[in-house]
């Protein structure tokens, strides 16, 4: 089975300065998808970015870019020009064709200091 | 307005009590998901639908039942048997075609049982 594990439970970061998510994954598949999703107070689950294990580019959404090590399974998030608004909880997420079901890593809780 | 519901958004029962959370989508998905988080984790899945009539369990499937009697919804049924069941519950819908990982989320039940 796959797993994802996000090894910080809490990050903190100045308005307006850069921080970067951490999240690893096992698997044995090729083909795959990874995911970060946003979870703010209100509880409803955001997608923020996805990367396609198949492409070498790492994705990038306005602020919010990966870096992606697909020899290292490692997919982190790196939240540029923080703001007050990006402050929440962050989890990283697998899928598979395979599995045909997300499997989602422990979460983040980013605080952003203003 | 096309999205997913997920009602009530409180909910309180009593031990031994079932009780059924709601979920209803209108995004003409076909594959639905019912996922549940504790505090200050991430979501586990507890049972999901392919297609009408047809589900399978995930990760914590004992103690919950559910039915997919039509494409729109997916109720899911919180039994006695389920020994830890306050919880935060999450729906979710996906096609099944084109980009099946990408999935949306309802608001979420946050469901209290004393």
């Known amino acids: 089975a796959q797993t994802v594990t996000q090894s910080q439970p809490e990050m903190s970061v100045q308005e307006a300065e850069t921080v970067t998510l951490s999240c690893t994954y096992d698997t044995s598949e090729s083909d795959y998808y990874l995911f970060w999703y946003k979870q703010p107070p209100s509880r409803q689950m955001i997608l923020v970015i996805r990367?396609?294990?198949?492409?070498?580019q790492n994705a990038t959404e306005n602020r919010f870019s990966v870096n992606f090590q697909k020899a290292a399974k490692s997919f982190s998030l790196k939240i540029s020009d923080s703001q007050l608004g990006d402050a929440a909880m962050y989890f990283c997420?697998?899928?598979?064709?395979?599995?045909?079901?997300?499997?989602f890593g422990g979460g983040t809780r980013l605080m952003v200091k203003p | 307005d096309g999205g997913i519901t997920q009602s009530p958004k409180y909910l309180f029962r009593k031990e031994g009590q079932n009780v059924t959370l709601s979920c209803e989508q209108n995004?003409?998905?076909?594959?639905m998901y019912w996922y549940r988080q504790d505090p200050g984790q991430g979501l586990r899945l507890i049972y999901y639908s392919q297609i009408v009539n047809d589900f399978q369990k995930g990760d914590i499937a004992e103690g919950y039942s559910v039915s997919r009697e039509k494409k729109e919804s997916f109720p899911l049924t919180v039994t006695s048997a389920q020994k830890n069941p306050t919880a935060f519950y999450l729906c979710a819908s996906s096609t099944r075609g084109f980009a099946p990982y990408e999935q949306y989320f309802g608001p979420g039940t946050r469901l209290t049982v004393t």
């Open positions: 995004l003409n998905h076909d594959a």
């Open positions: 990367q396609e294990a198949y492409k070498q």
């Open positions: 997420a697998y899928w598979s064709n395979a599995g045909n079901m997300l499997t």
